[in-house]
């Protein structure tokens, strides 16, 4: 019995709240989701398929195709010089082709040309047949003029400057590298873009409103929540009167008049939302701080004579976070449904940049078609994200509430 007591003393508040939150398997389910999803949006355009930038690579010859769509590509080398681009780079804005995307149904060599007939989708393709100078598919010409002798083709790259190449040889690097086959998981959107791709794109924008706009209201909500609670008078008035006035407007509607305030665009849709979001927060931490004002701590900090600044943010702030934490939770699901309301309304990251929302609003009307699933799958992620935080703030609240006895040694 003295083993166990001493173990339990031996843990922290955060050991034993973190025990606790492990027992919830629907908490922990939820931050399996949160991990997997901060995975994606992390790394970005390195595991998307589609890692152009913001997933925006545009085939309009295969637009609303279904999930599991197959086809054959032709990938030919656009006439610009090679940019190398970093690993950091690459992570944050992705990689745009060197190469321009034609979907073909069929393919043939005739000398120094590859022959295809473009795709059409019809049962029937009978697409239009075009010609391709081989050179011209692989190398970046420095101009069109490519000289034909003896089975070999002579032109300039801008890469690579003067070439002598065997027919032969380009064709064989054609089948291997320039005719590809690419299948579609979750099929492609009206615009031809690559549909998983475009929701991967989609979870950076989610998460990041998320921190951001949880962020901004922890600093405003616990900034005015405590000159409230800890001076009162005439100062917790004039603070009360403006949080009773932000919160008396709705929310979607205060987010759009700062939104038209500050601009379209992504950081101002999450400074909006972030500046809707505090009054929560500072409404808590207002009550714990006029409760724990008056406590004994307190007191002996004024005695020893401590600053108030010293005791509201050394002594009082650190025993209001558990709470602060839940609600931030549950903000940040708050903020992501908000963020797709404001895209579906075309008030948040504008296009070509992908949000769940911009998504569900582009694909709306296939909802009474036999391709509802277009607006469906960015709705099953938003609720996938959401119900996630929802249950971690769930699980935060019970493993934080100090009256829970399940960790607690028994007399």
């Known amino acids: 019995m003295g083993k166990g007591k001493k173990d339990i003393q031996s843990k922290s508040l955060s050991q034993i709240a973190w025990h606790r939150l492990k027992k919830n398997k629907l908490s922990m389910f939820g931050l399996f989701i949160i991990f997997f999803a901060i995975i994606i949006a992390v790394l970005g355009p390195t595991i998307r398929p589609d890692g152009t930038p913001k997933a925006n690579d545009q085939i309009l010859e295969i637009t609303t195709q279904q999930p599991g769509f197959k086809v054959d590509l032709l990938q030919i080398k656009k006439n610009q010089e090679h940019k190398e681009v970093n690993f950091f780079e690459r992570i944050n804005k992705g990689v745009e082709h060197d190469y321009t995307t034609i979907p073909i149904y069929d393919y043939s060599f005739e000398g120094y040309n590859l022959v295809v007939e473009k795709y059409t989708g019809d049962k029937v393709n009978n697409g239009q047949i075009v010609r391709y100078n081989l050179a011209d598919i692989v190398y970046p010409l420095d101009h069109n003029d490519v000289i034909e002798s003896d089975g070999y083709l002579d032109f300039y790259s801008l890469d690579e400057g003067k070439k002598h190449i065997a027919i032969e040889e380009l064709i064989a690097t054609i089948k291997e590298k320039n005719l590809i086959t690419k299948k579609y998981y979750l099929g492609t959107d009206k615009y031809g873009r690559d549909m998983l791709s475009r929701l991967m794109a989609g979870t950076w924008i989610s998460l990041f409103v998320g921190f951001i706009s949880v962020f901004i209201s922890i600093v405003i909500g616990i900034s005015l929540g405590a000159l409230a609670g800890y001076y009162r008078g005439w100062l917790d008035d004039i603070i009360m009167w403006f949080i009773n006035v932000v919160w008396s407007i709705p929310t979607l509607l205060l987010v759009i008049a700062i939104t ?152």
Not at 281 to 309: H, Y
């Open 260 to 411: 038209m305030a500050l601009g379209k665009g992504t950081w101002q849709v999450f400074i909006a939302v972030g500046l809707t979001m505090w009054v929560e927060v500072a409404r808590v931490v207002r009550g714990q701080m006029l409760s724990l004002r008056e406590k004994e701590f307190v007191e002996a900090g004024r005695a020893l004579g401590f600053t108030n600044a010293r005791i509201i943010f050394k002594h009082i702030i650190p025993n209001v976070l558990g709470p602060v934490i839940v609600i931030s939770a549950i903000n940040f699901a708050a903020a992501i449904l908000i963020e797709a309301g404001l895209s579906f309304l075309g008030f948040g990251a504008q296009p070509p940049q992908a949000t769940w929302g911009k998504i569900i609003a582009e694909h709306k009307g296939y909802l009474i078609t036999g391709k509802a699933y277009l607006a469906v799958l960015p709705g099953i992620a938003i609720i996938l994200m959401v119900l996630a935080f929802v249950l971690v703030g769930n699980g935060l609240r019970d493993s934080l509430d100090s009256k829970a006895v399940d960790d607690m040694p028994t007399v």
